[in-house]
């Protein structure tokens, strides 16, 4: 019995599993298909998300007088705005 050296075993090793790469690449590419795929579905059903200025009140406070409002330039007083990515229904 000859045994292998171990420098020639771990050397071959890597060639044996050639194949696995392929596989997580084409996983990946998948799996950013069923996301991007999702996200999609998600935006055209849900176009709208809260306003980030007036956090959904549509009142844009003054900084002097607490109590007083006006509409929320951003948002137009809606209190939400549109997704990006998103087209009106």
Known sequence: MNPIPIAS?????????????LLVVV????A?????????LSVRLHPWRPCRR???SGKHRGSV?????????????????LRRFARLP
Do not use: D, I, K, Q
Not at 9 to 21: E, M, R, Y
Not at 32 to 40: D, S
Not at 66 to 79: I, L, M
């Open 54 to 56: 007036c956090g959904e």
């Open 32 to 40: 950013t298909v069923l996301y991007a795929a999702g996200h999609a």
């Open 27 to 30: 996983l990946l590419v998948l």
């Open 65 to 81: 007088f607490n109590r007083s409002f006006r509409p929320c330039s951003r948002c137009g007083g809606t209190g939400r705005e």
């Open 9 to 21: 075993a771990t050397l071959a090793a890597p060639a044996a599993h050639a194949g696995n790469g």
